[in-house]
């Protein structure tokens, strides 16, 4: 039952009425600069509560599941550390005077604690008690607790400035925990505008690998059948070529018939070369080793390149089905790439590597790649490198940077379609002034092949 307080114990526990309009007035301000709810529990206790009169406070938060409450700051003597409390005590809810009042949700006064069987003694046993309620979104968040050595000395005066303070304080709870959720919906936010960024990002990819693989099916289906209605007449020409050489009556037409013949040839080799990107070449695969044919490559070549080539070869090369014609034609194409793109004569590179490609690095291989063993052929140059828009072009057939005259532009495209029709790939990687790396990916043979006689 509430007692009245002596009003000499009233003057000598809290402070002035101007005083405490100070504090609360203080409190009102400095509310809305308190950052986080550890700050705002020792605030409270420290320089409101503490400035109110009161010997003695402590403040405790319930957890999530509202179950129990564990002291979180304090004032007076139990607070001898400053900010920082060793061995924070814990109390269930429905326990003792503290878990009472959180889990009834009302304040009480108790004006001697030595008959309440409720009462948990502390360190220093008080004898009158008075405990308020944190209530926050409808919910008990925690208890605002005094004790003093004397009885009956809390009435409704000190319940009034506790309850103010209470509601103050349950108010920037509130909106600390709104800060929280406003903090973890906008990260959430942030973390679906970039899933879907990255979503969208990865679809316009795909759709430019699909028009891209549309594209050169298209294209190589026209060249293909330009390819073989053209072959047809090369073929005409060149037979009729071949007669009329027989009866050419002088000097001077043989040598126009042998500039038309030439000019059949490369006619023909045109047709080779398209019929190669449009994958309808007739290969004929052979298991070899690459470095044995990537040295026979310059030793033949060695007058055409007419430059230096470095070599890093590696050992224990794994077998791969091969055509070895079209693999050298593919070595030629490239090589002579790398030398036109260096016109002070840099370094030429040729390397060989196993390569083991796993579905967690398909980020580092051609996206055409399936996961598996492959031999890696590349070819590296220091010239004046690739644009990245051409990038994208440099294996469309007829493209070129030459002038009229001066190439076809099925060189590469060339390469690409031997590749695809062996089951590789090409990739290239380029930076304008610092030179290209050309990379051909071919299968490697089942573990146990034997090579051809002549490559072991």
């Not at 052929?377 to 994208?392: A, F, P, Q, T, Y």
Request: proline share 5%; charged share 20%; net charge negative.
């Amino acid at each position: 039952m509430l007692q009245p307080v002596p009003s000499s114990l009233r003057q000598r526990n809290r402070a002035s009425e101007a005083q405490m309009l100070r504090t609360l007035n203080t409190f009102a301000v400095d509310l809305m600069s308190i950052p986080s709810v550890e700050d705002l529990f020792w605030y409270v206790a420290q320089n409101v509560v503490g400035k109110l009169g009161f010997v003695d406070c402590v403040i405790y938060q319930a957890n999530e599941a509202r179950t129990e409450l564990t002291q979180m700051s304090a004032w007076g003597e139990k607070n001898p550390f400053g900010r920082s409390i060793i061995n924070p005590l814990v109390i269930p809810f429905g326990r003792g005077i503290t878990g009472q009042v959180a889990q009834s949700r009302k304040p009480i006064i108790m004006d001697d604690l030595l008959g309440d069987d409720n009462y948990i003694a502390d360190t220093q046993p008080a004898r009158s008690e008075i405990c308020v309620p944190l209530i926050s979104a409808g919910r008990v968040v925690g208890v605002i607790d005094s004790e003093h050595p004397e009885v009956a000395a809390f009435g409704e005066s000190e319940l009034e400035i506790l309850s103010t303070v209470a509601a103050m304080m349950s108010a920037k709870l509130e909106l600390l925990a709104e800060t929280r959720r406003s903090t973890e919906r906008y990260e959430e936010l942030m973390v679906a505008h970039t899933r879907l960024t990255e979503e969208v990002c990865n679809r316009k990819a795909l759709e430019a690998k699909l028009f891209e693989a549309r594209k050169q099916e298209a294209i190589g289906r026209l060249t293909g059948r330009f390819a073989h209605e053209f072959n047809n007449l090369l073929t005409v020409i060149s037979g009729n070529v071949e007669l009329l050489a027989f009866d050419a009556p002088d000097a001077e037409v043989l040598d126009t018939l042998q500039g038309v013949k030439t000019a059949s040839a490369r006619g023909a080799q045109l047709i080779r070369d398209m019929l190669a990107f449009a994958q309808r070449t007739r290969l004929a695969p052979e298991h070899v080793d690459l470095n044995s044919l990537v040295s026979s490559f310059c030793e033949e070549a060695e007058h055409t390149l007419a430059q230096a080539v470095e070599f890093r070869l590696a050992n224990d090369l794994w077998p791969t089905p091969v055509d070895p014609a079209a693999f050298k034609n593919m070595l030629l194409a490239l090589t002579l790439n790398g030398i036109e793109a260096m016109p002070e004569h840099g370094s030429l590179q040729i390397a060989t590597e196993n390569i083991f490609h796993t579905l967690p690095e398909g980020q580092h291989f051609p996206s055409e790649l399936t996961p598996g063993r492959y031999v890696r052929l590349s070819v590296s140059d220091c010239g004046s490198g690739i644009s990245e828009e051409r990038l994208s072009q440099v294996f469309d057939p007829f493209f070129t940077t030459k002038g009229v005259g001066e190439g076809t532009g099925l060189s590469l495209s060339m390469v690409l379609g031997v590749m695809r029709q062996s089951g590789g790939a090409v990739a290239v990687h380029s930076e304008v002034g610092q030179g290209s790396t050309f990379e051909l990916y071919f299968p490697a043979a089942p573990c146990g092949t034997e090579l051809l006689a002549e490559d072991r």
